[in-house]
T-cell receptor
């Protein structure tokens, strides 16, 4: 079983749609959680960290459920520019800077 | 600041050749790492360094060597290239090895081994 698993893609949605991505992790020692965005095989860039109480950044909302070891990302009012691959990333307290990546979920927003 | 830079952008090698992928950062970050990304798989950690003179293995270290003689540079050396090393390689850095630190990635090196 992979340490971090994401919904298989691709997700094809119209502009303005709301889309949700799910991610599960297997290491209960995981302490930090992130969503990274990757455009067309360019470098990953941090989209947002995920906090225990959930957090929001504009149209993006991230949620964490430690009991179920589950992370989600909700994108509201999708824009064409949101088309990218979204990477779920976790880090364990005892693993220093070692990030564990999910395989990514591709999102394509259509006009 | 240039951030994290990588050279070359693209490289084609023949099986058995060796080469060094360069990575540099100008943010005075202590922590640097190398990942490879293959289709259908997440990025996987090859080697990492928590500071100059200190390196350690990640998840997939076989066939690769690293060194960290300065804070700025973290080259990745392929000893004897194999087709299985065809991949996209990303270098990353962060202020330190803290588990909450944001990591910044370079633009990647696309490597094809024939």
């Amino acid at each position: 079983r992979k340490e971090v698993e994401q919904d298989p893609g691709p997700f094809n949605v119209p502009e303005g749609a709301t889309v949700a991505f799910n991610c599960t992790y297997s290491n209960s020692a995981s302490q930090s959680f992130f969503w990274y965005r990757q455009d067309c095989r360019k470098e990953p860039k941090l989209l947002m960290s995920v906090y225990s109480s959930g957090n929001e950044d504009g149209r993006f909302t991230a949620q964490l459920n430690r009991a179920s070891q589950y992370i989600s990302l909700l994108i509201r009012d999708s824009k064409l520019s949101d088309s990218a691959t979204y990477l779920c990333v976790v880090n364990a307290y005892n693993q220093g800077g070692k990030l564990i990546f999910g395989q990514g979920t591709e999102l394509s927003v259509k006009p | 600041n240039a951030g994290v830079t990588q050279t070359p952008k693209f490289q084609v090698l023949k099986t058995g050749q060796s080469m060094t992928l360069q990575c540099a950062q100008d943010m005075n970050h202590e922590y640097m790492s190398w990942y490879r990304q293959d289709p259908g798989m997440g990025l996987r950690l090859i080697h990492y360094s928590v500071g100059a003179g200190i390196t350690d293995q990640g998840e997939v270290p076989n066939g690769y060597n690293v060194s960290r003689s300065t804070t700025e540079d973290f080259p990745l050396r392929l000893l004897s290239a194999a087709p299985s090393q065809t991949s996209v390689y990303f270098c990353a850095s962060s202020y330190n090895a803290g588990y909450k630190e944001t990591q910044y990635f370079g633009p990647g090196t696309r490597l094809l081994v024939l």
